[in-house]
Structure formats: C-alpha cells, structure tokens
C-alpha cells in the first residue's frame, strides 16, 4: 500500500511540475498586449454585444451624462478611523467609481464623442484623488497622506479600468491626460507591486491564501497587460503575478472547501478564473492556469455544496440567498474545454472594461442550447473540511434536503458554527439555517468579531454547555467519528468538544446527524454530553420564519409557506424551549431567531434529539 501511494504522488508531482512548466515565462507574451482594441476599431465596438445589451448600456450612460459627479473628500475617508463607519466613503466613492467605468464603456460602444469627453474629466481628479483605497484598508491615512502607496482590493480594479482606459482612447484623451494615467498607475499600482516582489515593501497581501492575493494579483496583471510598462520588465512581473497566483489555491481544502463561503467563492475563485482568462487570451491561449489540479477541485465547489440550484448554504460569511455561480463555471468549463450550458452565463453583466476584457468574445450563448445544469447526486461530500450534503433522489417524494458543517472555528472569514446545519424543504426554503453574512463594520475584522451573534456560535444551531459558546482559533476543529452515506439514509457522527476546549469539565461533545429519504423524509441532529461535574446544557434552531409549540415535546418551524415539524426527546429529563430574536446588520432583510431547548436541570450526561419531518397536513 504504502509503496502505491508513494508512486501516486510521484506521478502527481510529476504531471503537475509538467503543468507548472506551462505556466513558465516561457509563455509569457512580448510587447504590447491588446485586452480590448482600441476606440477607433469600430467593427469591434459595434458588433461585440447583441443591440439589446448594448441599448442598455448606453441608456444608463444617458443618465450618467446629466448628473454631476464629484469624489468624497477627507472626512468621509477618514470617518472609518474616528468610529469604524465604512459605508458612507464606500458608497460615494463606488458611485463615481462605477460610473467611470460604466461611461468608458459606453464611450467605446457608441460614436456620441459626449461619454469620453464626460469620462476625461473624470479620470483626472480621480488620478489626483490622494487614495484610490478603501479608508477600511488605510486606517492610519498614510495613503491618504502620501506617506506610503499601498495597493488593495479596489485601489488594483481602479488601476486595472484606468490603464485599459489609456490603452483605448490615447486617441482621444488629451496628451496630459495620458501622462497623468501613466504617472499614477506607475506609482500607485505598478512600483508598489514589484517593491512588493522585492522585499523593498511589505509584501502585504502577496502571499495570502484568501480572496485578497488573488483579487490584487487579478487586477494588478490586467494593468500589466494594459499599461506602458517596458516589454522586459513587464514580462518579469508576470512571471511574478503566476508564481504568487498559487497561494489562493493553497488557502483552499484539498477537497475543494472554500471554507469563505459560496459569495467569497465568487469572488476569489471568480478572480482566478479571471486572472486565468486574461492570461490565456493574452498567450494565445498557451497560459492557462486551470490547468493546475488545485484548480480543478476548487472548481467543483460551487456544484457539491449546493443543495439545489436555487439554494446554496450562507455557511461563513456568505450571503442568504446566492445563487449557483453560473458566469463563474461557464468560464471555468470554457478554459478547461467543456461545452457547457453555463455559457449562456457568458456576457458582460456589469459595465466597465475591465469586464469587457474578460467576456467579449467568448463563445455566444446561442452556441449551447441544453439549459441542463447535470444531475445533482444524493450526497456531497468534503472530507478534508468534514462538510456534507444531503439531497433528495431524483424524481424520489422526499422534500428535506441537508447540509451540515463539521469544519473548525480557524477559518477564513470564520464564524463559530462548528457543528452547524441547513434544513430546506423541497430544495428551495431553509427553515433551520445558518443565518450568513452582517454588513462589515469596524468591530467585524478586529478583536471584537465574536460579539456579533451572527459571528459567534449564538446564532449557529450548536449547544451552549454552562452558558457559554463556542471559541475561536486553532485547535477547535471537529473531528468525524462515523460515516455512513447512501441513497436511502445518511448518518454522520462529529466529535464537537474541541470548540468549546475553554470548558475544561466536558469529557464528551458529540453530534449526530441522521438522515433518511424514506417517505418526505426525516432529518434527526442529537447532542450528546458528558461532563465531569454537573452543568448547563442546551441546544439551539436557527430560523427566519415562525414557531409554535403544539405539545410538550413537539413544535411547528414555519418559513415562506413551508413547515417542518421538530420532535423533542431529552431522554426524559425536563425541559424548556424559549427564543430571542438575533438584532445584529444583518445583510438578510430579516432578523433570525434562536429557539433554545434547554434542559430543566444541570447534568452530568444528556442527551437531546431533534427530529424534523414534514407535518402530515402538509
């Protein structure tokens, strides 16, 4: 066995060096490099969208032309470091960010010389705005004061608009509009990137394995491709964005767990999918990073965590209410050469070049013509992250659908839910959930994070053992006891104590979960406590819809027209069930509410089953 395994990953080692060497600056294009033609070709411009997309476009440039549009100024940019207000800069600054970018696409798109003339006067004070950062991201103002030049998220997608913006209409802008383009994206994104490279300066993000490396990494290539930089030097730092681009994967289970979450998974895979597309259209096609079979599984995520197309779990900081990626995977399935009917997903969707320079021109949506998005199969599974999924057969009567969540609490984007679940009725209506995301303020990166009960373990569907939650950071990860999948029944057993190691009297924390596809089915979590001396225990739903007791044992969850029913066995020990509603900026439009069971009595060992089905009514 061993002696097999040790020729595996020889072999894996050797295909992906082979993989890596495609990567190599070998490949690495020379000289100018055209994302997008510039504004005089007109047979390009004029044919590059179907007329209703561009009418669109063009209509909200219409509207942009009229208003009056002026950036925010110091006090809102540094409200973020007097009381951690991050809206008000943000909103402002993305409204006149977004309008450049949506009249620079409408300057290439129509012949009306009044969208590049509007988009040249704002161009130039947004090159001399003193920070093209988010305030968030430049709490000391260094920036802002021109101490330092940093490049973060956004500060690298402004550069990236600006230099294709230069490329486009250096024909048209002013000679000193173009030298100003070029001193500033030098300076804030092009020498603050190879300092980086360097050592010369905090490499900062460089290295990360979230969403950050990969975003920067994404928005710093493009305004490589598009900028005056020298042809020697430019090919250098390419080489650097595809040497670093691998740090993202590494953040990334081997199993393909993006533990950010399906909304983070759009935005850090969907970056790589992008740096992947600009790279590939930039070599002709002989750079491709999905070629990389870290790639591969992390491209697979989106399908396995889903518990229907209409309904993906909100589990770390994800939003309720995303939807399966499709754009994401169209563009995935074109780099690694499958027909797929997510290329309908493939056009521009937001206006800005930056965009254009990924969509345009890939294959029309016409070209596919099965809307079929593939079988979705009875189970899901995670084993690194100890994620699993559990799903109705096709065409079978069963209406309850599961995902539940082993994990840690040292994640990214962490939220304290190891243990934690979704509950859906006919694949679309989660009545016990995981809440998702809160609007970000000052508290949700720092050291008081776990005060929001979004955050922390209170708004989880997990145990509260003495009154107290789950805790954070290393050394809190679950561990799976038992493992049991098939398509008629599922049962998974985790070991839970590790989240709650604060706690030194636990001998024992398990969970399990049961789930049987017989009939509507049944879906059954049971908590199981030991303790050393005797303590509190309780256990907890999490749900946005409505709740009744019917008898002592028995309540009706309620959500969007849809209701389960919850059985409740203590084992005969005494009990209690109460609520709270969760009052936190939640992103969601509705507060979630907690309803406890809470034994009576302290114990030394419990045990507390709930088991959900399909009322017989329904």
Same mark, same amino acid.
């Given at each position: ?115 590049? *003339? $509007?988009?040249?006067?704002? @161009? &130039?004070? =947004? ?5 093209? %950062? /988010?305030? #968030? ?70 290295? *990360? $394995?979230?969403?950050?490396? @990969? &975003?920067? =990494? ?5 305004? %490589? /491709?598009? #900028? ?76 396995? @965590? ?313």
């Amino acid at each position: 066995m061993m002696r097999f395994l040790t020729l595996f990953l020889t072999f894996f080692l050797f295909f992906f060096t082979i993989a890596e060497e495609r990567l190599t600056e070998k490949q690495i294009p020379h000289g100018e490099i055209e994302l997008l033609p510039v504004i005089g070709n007109r047979s390009f411009w004029e044919n590059c969208m179907s007329a209703a997309q561009r009418k669109f476009i063009l209509a909200q440039g219409e509207q942009a032309l009229k208003k009056k549009w002026t950036l925010p100024g110091e006090t809102l940019y540094s409200e973020y470091s007097r009381n951690g207000n991050r809206s008000n800069y943000e909103r402002a600054y993305g409204d006149y960010l977004r309008t450049v970018y949506l009249l620079a696409l409408c300057a290439c798109l129509s012949v009306e010389k009044a969208f590049a *003339a $509007k988009l040249e006067t704002l @161009i &130039v004070p =947004l090159c001399e705005h003193p920070s093209w %950062l /988010l305030p #968030a991201h430049d709490t000391a103002l260094k920036n802002w004061k021109k101490e330092v030049v940093t490049v973060d998220l956004v500060s690298s997608e402004v550069g990236w608009n600006l230099a294709l913006c230069r490329q486009i209409f250096r024909s048209v802008f002013a000679q000193e509009t173009i030298a100003l383009l070029d001193r500033e994206l030098e300076r804030r994104i092009v020498a603050p990137f190879e300092r980086m490279i360097e050592g010369k300066q905090s490499p900062y993000w460089l290295c *990360a $394995k979230n969403n950050w490396s @990969i &975003v920067c =990494l994404t928005n710093v290539c493009g305004t %490589l /491709l598009a #900028a005056d930089v020298a042809p020697k030097r430019r090919k250098k730092l390419l080489g650097e964005v595809i040497r670093h681009s691998i740090h993202y994967l590494e953040g990334i289970a081997p199993d393909g767990y993006c533990s950010e979450g399906i909304t983070y998974w759009g935005y850090g895979f969907g970056h790589y999918l992008i740096l992947s597309r600009i790279l590939h259209k930039a070599s002709a096609g002989n750079i491709n990073l999905m070629v990389r079979p870290q790639a591969v599984s992390a491209g697979a995520y989106p399908e396995k @965590i889903r518990i229907s197309d209409s309904l993906i779990p909100a589990f770390s900081d994800s939003e309720l209410g995303s939807k399966l990626p499709r754009r994401w995977l169209g563009l995935r399935d074109y780099l690694m050469g499958r027909h797929s009917s997510y290329w309908k997903s493939l056009v521009v969707y937001k206006a800005s070049l930056s965009e254009a320079a990924v969509f345009l021109g890939l294959p029309h949506s016409d070209s596919v013509k099965s809307a079929d998005t593939g079988r979705i199969p009875a189970f899901s599974e995670f084993p690194d992250a100890g994620i699993f999924v559990l799903r109705p057969l096709p065409g079978a009567k069963t209406r309850l659908a599961a995902a539940v969540k082993g994990g840690s609490n040292n994640e990214f984007h962490n939220h304290n839910d190891v243990g934690s679940y979704v509950l859906a009725v006919d694949g679309s209506v989660p009545v016990a959930l995981d809440p998702g995301a809160e609007h970000y303020d000052g508290r949700s990166f720092s050291a008081r994070r776990y005060e929001s009960k979004l955050n922390n373990s209170f708004g989880h569907s997990v145990p509260r053992i003495n009154g107290q939650l789950q805790i954070a950071g290393k050394g809190t990860e679950s561990k799976v006891l038992k493992k049991h999948l098939s398509d008629t029944d599922a049962e998974i057993v985790f070991d839970i104590r590790k989240a709650y190691h604060q706690i030194s009297t636990i001998r024992k924390l398990e969970r399990t979960f049961r789930y049987s596809r017989a009939g509507s089915g049944t879906f059954e979590v049971a908590d199981s406590v030991s303790l050393s001396e005797p303590g509190t225990f309780e256990t907890a739903v999490i749900t946005f819809g409505t709740w009744k007791q019917t008898s002592q044992d028995k309540l009706i969850l309620t959500y969007r027209g849809k209701k389960v029913e919850v059985t409740v066995d203590t084992g005969g020990k005494p009990f209690r069930v109460s609520s709270e509603e969760i009052r936190e900026k939640i992103r969601w439009k509705e507060n979630p509410h907690r309803i406890a069971v809470t034994l009576s009595e302290p114990v030394l060992d419990a045990r507390i089953r709930l088991t959900y089905r399909i009322p017989e009514e329904q």
